[in-house]
Antibody, heavy 119, light 111 residues
Framework: QVQLQESGPGLVKSSETLSLTCTVS????????WSWIRQPPGEGLEWIGY???????FYNPSLKSRVTISVDTSKNQFSLKLRSVTAADTAVYYC?????????????WGQGSLVTVSS | QSVLTQPPSVSAAPGQKVTISCSGS????????VSWYQQVPGTAPKLLIY???ERPSGIPDRFSGSKSGTSATLGITGLQTGDEANYYC????????????FGGGTKLTVL
């Protein structure tokens, strides 16, 4: 079955760029939408954005000015960059598959990657 | 403040039934499919229900979903202690600021 695994630094300095990669195994990244979702400690879920395997993207309007999601089909990976981070960006970041014909659900999810923004 | 409104907590005894509501508007639940997620603390969320009332393979039929107008409901029958978790609803919001939105989450306690 398809499995997702996030990777990247667990500590990022304030004002710098957070970078994470999600590696998809057990299946192809093609023909699906793929999302990033985050969860601040003790809080709920916030969708960051999605990318279609062809490269089309759609972002949360509240984060759009700072976010870039990209895909590398040759490596079966997609990535997240969040610029100019602050303490408010401290969260567990999840990657998830988002549907085939449209991004209607999230399944499966990666285990999550805690990113702490330090001053 | 979440776009989708869920009760902060619900509780019931083992073996009983519980429902969790998710209230939205005409631009989100009223227009798009709803999905539900179970998150045991310290783990990643898991898809329970998609397209309002469909269960992925491997999800027991104790879990059910429904939608009416601008509200959706998750039902869990035959409660087990392992069902203690946080539950989130989610859907696409087709307003001017198009966006995927989640409810604030509901903590289920099995007494």
């Amino acid at each position: 079955q398809v499995q997702l695994q996030e990777s990247g630094p667990g500590l990022v300095k304030s004002s710098e760029t957070l970078s994470l990669t999600c590696t998809v195994s057990g299946g192809s990244i093609s023909s699906y939408y793929w999302s990033w979702i985050r969860q601040p400690p003790g809080e709920g879920l916030e969708w960051i954005g999605y990318i279609y395997y062809s490269g089309n993207t759609f972002y949360n309007p509240s984060l759009k000015s700072r976010v870039t999601i990209s895909v590398d089909t040759s490596k079966n990976q997609f990535s997240l960059k969040l610029r100019s981070v602050t303490a408010a960006d401290t969260a567990v970041y999840y990657c998830a598959r988002s549907g085939r014909s449209s991004p209607r659900w999230f399944d499966p999810w990666g285990q999550g990657s805690l990113v702490t923004v330090s001053s | 403040q979440s776009v989708l409104t869920q009760p902060p907590s619900v509780s019931a005894a083992p073996g009983q039934k519980v429902t969790i509501s998710c209230s939205g508007s005409s631009s989100n639940i009223g227009k798009n499919y709803v999905s539900w997620y179970q998150q045991v603390p310290g783990t990643a969320p898991k898809l329970l229900i998609y397209d309002n009332d469909e269960r992925p393979s491997g999800i027991p039929d104790r879990f059910s979903g429904s939608k009416s107008g601008t509200s959706a409901t998750l039902g869990i029958t035959g409660l087990q202690t392992g069902d203690e978790a946080n539950y989130y609803c989610g859907t696409w919001d087709s307003s001017l600021s198009a966006n995927w939105v989640f409810g604030g989450g509901t903590k289920l306690t099995v007494l």
